[in-house]
């Protein structure tokens, strides 16, 4: 059996790899993959009998590769969804699971894959899956105001008033008046599906940006795009050229 695994954090990664590795020892195992570009490529040259995704790569949506190579292999998707969307996906035939990812879970979504394996031959697979995820999107509430640690206190930040979120040692928020706070989220990824994607973008695997904040741009020789906030306490932050694109289509509207 051929599993490809796509995940773009390499601790979360190196997890999974162990976890699957224990769980199907005779496994071929393709990846991890951290891209979507990657992922076509891998694509190309032969179709898994099994996928372990999580939804944000380092360049863009998952599923995007999956409506472009109209896969139907089953697919078992990892991320921090809320349990109303890991219901909806669990009715689909595949599995959903939160991060981090449970041993005992990942074997039952597995162990599902093979009592299942016969019934992913058909064609409507992907389209459900498609519809699923966008009925889930069109009908998402995004998360409004952030807790963040302020000495022993508590303090409560408007999702408006955030600069960016910024992955160093811990995940801390800059708020818009130059201040740095620490959360209690453990990956960008977890907070990533919490924000508006059209206020929110993210930039790289250290920064999660807000468009509001965005003071200048540059595009440099190797098609790399530099950006400055419009706070002199923040720090420079590259958009990669394989994101070029999709930076310039959010920021374009």
Not at 8 to 30: C, F, T, Y
Not at 167 to 188: N, W
Not at 192 to 219: C, D, K, V, W
Request: contains cysteine; charged residues 30%; glycine residues 4%.
């Amino acid at each position: 059996m051929n599993i490809m695994l796509l995940e773009d954090e390499p601790l979360v990664a190196e997890s999974l790899l162990k976890l699957v590795r224990q769980l199907e020892p005779g496994a071929n195992i393709v990846g991890p993959v951290e891209s979507v570009k990657e992922a076509r490529m891998k694509l190309e040259m032969q179709t898994p009998d099994l996928i372990i995704s999580d939804i944000q790569l380092a360049d863009g949506i998952s599923l995007d590769v999956f409506v472009d190579y109209n896969i139907q292999c089953p697919i078992i998707f990892t991320t921090a969804f809320n349990e109303y969307a890991i219901r909806a996906f669990k009715v689909n035939s595949i599995d959903y699971l939160l991060k981090p990812i449970d041993k005992n879970e990942l074997k039952a979504a597995l162990d599902k894959f093979h009592l299942l394996q016969s019934k992913f031959g058909n064609p409507l697979y992907l389209k459900q899956i498609t519809d699923l995820f966008e009925n889930f999107e069109g009908s998402k509430k995004y998360k409004e105001r952030f807790t963040v640690h302020l000495g022993r206190n508590v303090v409560l930040v408007p999702a408006e008033e955030v600069v960016c979120f910024s992955k160093e040692e811990v995940i801390y928020l800059v708020h818009s008046d130059g201040k740095k706070y620490i959360t209690d989220y453990r990956s960008l990824d977890e907070i990533e599906e919490l924000l508006n994607p059209e206020q929110f973008y993210r930039a790289n695997r250290q920064h999660i940006i807000s468009m509001q904040y965005i003071g200048s741009m540059h595009t440099d020789e190797t098609s790399k795009i530099h950006l400055k906030m419009k706070l002199p306490e923040c720090e420079d932050i590259l958009i990669s050229k394989e994101k070029a694109a999709s930076f310039r289509k959010w920021i374009e509207g």
